[in-house]
């Protein structure tokens, strides 16, 4: 796959990872669930769309990759917002979070489609 199109499906992913946040919001007062489980079971699905689009491994893999994914990025995200790094900016580091998510979904996603290249 060209850089140029990898470029602009991250992209895509990252909009999407931003919007998304503020659509699961919503559901989760509505479901009143822990919001953790919402958005984790929220970025699950919007991963293993992606996967089955741009991946294309076999049906299992791409799961449990997108669910790999989708734990990892919010973990590490929610760790990052725990750090206070924009205290000044986000007092509650929720736009830190919802950033720092999207981002490290991106860098995950460049890494499996690495060893996906590599393998190939």
Request: overall charge positive.
């Amino acid at each position: 796959m060209k850089p140029q199109i990898r470029f602009l499906l991250y992209s895509t992913l990252f909009f999407l990872y931003i919007i998304s946040t503020f659509l699961l919001l919503p559901i989760r007062q509505k479901l009143e669930t822990d919001l953790y489980i919402t958005l984790g079971c929220g970025f699950g699905l919007l991963n293993i769309i992606y996967a089955f689009a741009i991946l294309k491994w076999k049906p299992l893999l791409n799961i449990i990759s997108s669910v790999i994914i989708a734990v990892l990025a919010l973990f590490l995200s929610l760790k990052f917002s725990e750090l206070h790094l924009f205290s000044n900016y986000d007092p509650y580091d929720i736009k830190t979070a919802v950033l720092f998510n999207a981002l490290f979904s991106v860098v995950f996603w460049e890494i499996i489609y690495q060893i996906k290249k590599r393998r190939v």
